[in-house]
T-cell receptor, first 112, second 112 residues
């Protein structure tokens, strides 16, 4: 199965700035997910996206977060006003053909 | 109460030995269970999934599930130094379309 590619691999941003994290390119998949992992902590679910709509989201996914599939292939996670505590690895994932997910390579977000 | 509990380790085993990794969970509505391997700084990689009580074998890996005891385990036979990683237990309330809930992981060290 094709890998899930994420860009950038590492992003440094100032607190209060907007960031957009991307999964590229993905096609012919209906289910997408965003997870994050703060350094040294467990992987946490943010949001799932099915057929171009949010199907499930966690308490972490508040109004500062949004997801889009702007051009039918790229899948983006936007954080409107970053906080220090948003520093983490962000993984997008797609549902596999059978059970389980394939995770992308991740974007390390550092908020300074 | 933690939803998915794992011993953080490190679990140290000699090369060629069997490594046994354990996970307990609290949500009796959990339907499917996953083991992911995560190398430091990398994304989780799916190793096994299981959804029926009993054992499931795939190469050197065996997953065991006991829903009555709310317990899932992963056995790694003939452990290799390349198996040294953090092993994440995850579960879903359905076949995996819904959010995965992860444990904090067990760090495995295989000594050459």
């Amino acid at each position: 199965e094709p890998e899930v590619t994420q860009t950038p691999s590492h992003q440094v941003t100032q607190m209060g700035q907007e960031v957009i994290l991307r999964c590229v390119p993905i096609s012919n998949h209906l289910y997408f997910y965003w997870y994050r992992q703060i350094l040294g902590q467990k992987v946490e679910f943010l949001v799932s996206f099915y057929n171009n709509e949010i199907s499930e989201k966690s308490e972490i996914f508040d109004d500062q977060f949004s997801v889009e599939r702007p051009d039918g292939s790229n899948f983006t996670l936007k954080i409107r006003s970053t906080k220090l505590e948003d520093s983490a690895m962000y993984f997008c994932a797609r549902r596999g053909e059978h059970y389980g997910y394939t995770f992308g390579s991740g974007t390390r977000l550092t908020v300074v | 109460q933690k939803e998915v509990e794992q011993n953080s380790g490190p679990l140290s085993v000699p090369e060629g030995a069997i490594a046994s990794l354990n996970c307990t969970y609290s949500d009796r509505g959990s339907q499917s269970f996953f083991w992911y391997r995560q190398y430091s700084g990398k994304s989780p990689e799916l190793i096994m999934f299981i959804y029926s009580n009993g054992d499931k074998e795939d190469g050197r890996f065996t997953a065991q599930l006991n829903k009555a005891s709310q317990y899932v385990s992963l056995l790694i036979r003939d452990s290799q130094p390349s198996d040294s990683a953090t092993y994440l237990c995850a579960l879903s309330r359905d076949t995996g379309r819904r959010a995965l809930t992860f444990g904090s992981g067990t760090r495995l060290q295989v000594q050459p």
